[in-house]
T-cell receptor, first 114, second 115 residues
Framework: AQSVSQHNHHVILSEAASLELGCNYS??????LFWYVQYPGQHLQLLLK??????LVKGIKGFEAEFIKSKFSFNLRKPSVQWSDTAEYFC????????????FGSGTQLTVLP | AAGVIQSPRHLIKEKRETATLKCYPI?????VYWYQQGPGQDPQFLIS???????DKGSIPDRFSAQQFSDYHSELNMSSLELGDSALYFC??????????????FGDGTRLSIL
């Protein structure tokens, strides 16, 4: 069974600081990887996705993530965070075959101090 | 652009009652997924439908059932509600008809509270 592990439960940063959120997955085949963001009281929004090709993917709002297959990792990065980035961030994975349901990590709450 | 529509946004029920949650996918999306997110938890996959047929089943209780209709909207039926069913229920949709990888787009969710 696939699983996703997010190392940081809560991250607190000051504005303009750099961000890296860790995500490791366990899956025995081809995977698709995602980062979703959930602002307070809102639905999950797709930040970025990796299906194949260039392991460095760029998403919305200045976020990027790097897929490192040898480490089973898909860490999310942003060079300079803003107060408006305060939200919960979920890493998710699904298989490349017919089973398309997402398995989510436990989430990382990011708080950016003004 | 049109998004996934869920109704109702909020629902309050008492124990042992029933509830029906509705989901209208993005136009031309053929796959619907249901997830349950408990307080402070990550979303857990319940069930999915592709072209009106159940495609995958996750941690959905036997008290729950779901279906996808000819217009691709889906309904999650919940019976004998328990306090532990209080959660945010998300619906997501995607297009998988050509077997290409497409991300799931989520609705705003239905917040179900059991008193």
């Amino acid at each position: 069974a696939q699983s996703v592990s997010q190392h940081n439960h809560h991250v607190i940063l000051s504005e303009a600081a750099s961000l890296e959120l860790g995500c490791n997955y366990s899956y025995g085949g081809t995977v698709n990887l995602f980062w979703y963001v959930q602002y307070p009281g809102q639905h999950l929004q797709l930040l970025l996705k990796y299906f194949s090709g260039d392991p460095l993917v760029k998403g919305i709002k200045g976020f990027e993530a790097e897929f490192i297959k040898s480490k089973f990792s898909f860490n999310l990065r942003k060079p300079s965070v803003q107060w408006s980035d305060t939200a919960e961030y979920f890493c998710a994975v699904n298989g490349g075959g017919s089973a398309r349901q997402l398995t989510f990590g436990s989430g990382t709450q990011l708080t950016v101090l003004p | 652009a049109a998004g996934v529509i869920q109704s109702p946004r909020h629902l309050i029920k008492e124990k042992r009652e029933t509830a029906t949650l509705k989901c209208y996918p993005i136009p031309r999306h053929d796959t619907v997924y249901w997830y349950q997110q408990g307080p402070g938890q990550d979303p857990q996959f319940l069930i999915s439908f592709y072209e009106k047929m159940q495609s995958d089943k996750g941690s959905i209780p036997d008290r729950f059932s779901a279906q996808q209709f000819s217009d691709y909207h889906s309904e999650l039926n919940m019976s004998s509600l328990e306090l532990g069913d209080s959660a945010l229920y998300f619906c997501a949709s995607s297009y998988t008809g050509d077997r290409s990888n497409q991300p799931q787009h989520f609705g705003d969710g239905t917040r179900l509270s059991i008193l």
